[in-house]
Structures are given as C-alpha cells and as structure tokens.
C-alpha cells in the first residue's frame, strides 16, 4: 500500500509538472505571435528609425552648436556637407522611406543655422566644411586686450 501511495504522488507530481510546461508553452507561444503580428503601427521586435536631435533642429528651424567640431569624426562631418550646400539637404540612406538612393531626404527649414566651433590648436575641419560657412577667428582674451596672439576659430554654417 505504500509503495502505491508513493507512486499516486509521483504521478500527481508529474502531473503538476505536466500542466506547467503546457503553462509555459503556451505563454510563450502568444507572446511570438503578438511579436510575428504587427498590430497597428506597432513596431514591438522590429527596428525603427526615430530623428535625432540634429535631425529634427533641421526640419523645426532650430540653431545648432556643434561645439569641438575638429574632434568630430571627419566622415561623420562629410555628411553635413550637402545639407550645408545652397538649397541642400540632408540624405539619410538608413533612415528609408524612399528618397533618390532608397533613404529619406530632409528638407531644412528656412531659419535652420548650423555653427562649429573648434580650437585649431586641436586640429581643423575639412576645407570642403570651412568653404560652405563664415569663418571667424577670435582671439583669448588676455591676446585682444594687448592687441595680438592666437586664439580659438568658429566657422558658422548655415542653409538657405
């Protein structure tokens, strides 16, 4: 009679097993088929793009300072240069939706200005860069009181 009791709660426990792996199983099963539906506009398990804060200083008018410019990855400025350019944009390949190169194109809103700053004493930005803005050269403080010396550029950028 023991040795039946023990194989009853053996079972019971194999049966309570049973029952939670069918739990789990079907949990996870909803959740990759909410993952594989979309629902909506939802992007759950997909990637999407979202604008930057430059991205969206361009399209609002906004004024942007890009402060250390020179220490800014040279490539990374390239970018810049078309949108820079007399009525320009900014082409974002990775961005999709459908533009001339299979990326989205932004449009710069009429009061959108772009202003590097950079200390040449670390480096310059390219002369492609300098060509599309105003270049400004400020002297220290110290060096403008005693009427010389070297001291920090700025070049302001802007679209048209």
């Known amino acids: 009679q023991q040795q039946q009791q023990q194989q009853h709660h053996h079972n019971e426990q194999l049966q309570q097993i049973q029952q939670q792996a069918a739990s789990l199983l079907q949990r996870s099963s909803t959740l990759l088929q909410q993952l594989d539906t979309p629902a909506g506009s939802s992007t759950a398990g997909r990637f999407e793009w979202v604008d930057g804060s430059l991205t969206r200083a361009i399209q609002q008018g906004s004024w942007v300072l890009l402060d250390n410019a020179n220490l800014v990855n040279p490539t990374v400025l390239d970018r810049l240069n078309s949108l820079l350019e007399p009525h320009g944009v900014l ?5 999709g ?3 001339s190169a299979g990326g989205r194109v932004v449009v710069p809103h009429p009061n959108f200005r772009l202003i590097l700053a950079y200390d040449p ?3 310059e930005v390219s002369r492609a860069m300098r060509n599309r803005g105003v270049e400004l050269y400020l002297l220290p403080a110290a060096a403008a009181a005693a009427g010389g010396g070297c001291g920090s550029s700025s070049s302001s950028s802007s679209s048209s």
Do not use: I, M, T, V
Not at 91 to 95: F, G, K, N, R, S
């Open 97 to 99: 939706g459908g533009g």
């Open 91 to 95: 082409q974002l390949d990775e961005a």
């Open 121 to 123: 004493k670390h480096g």
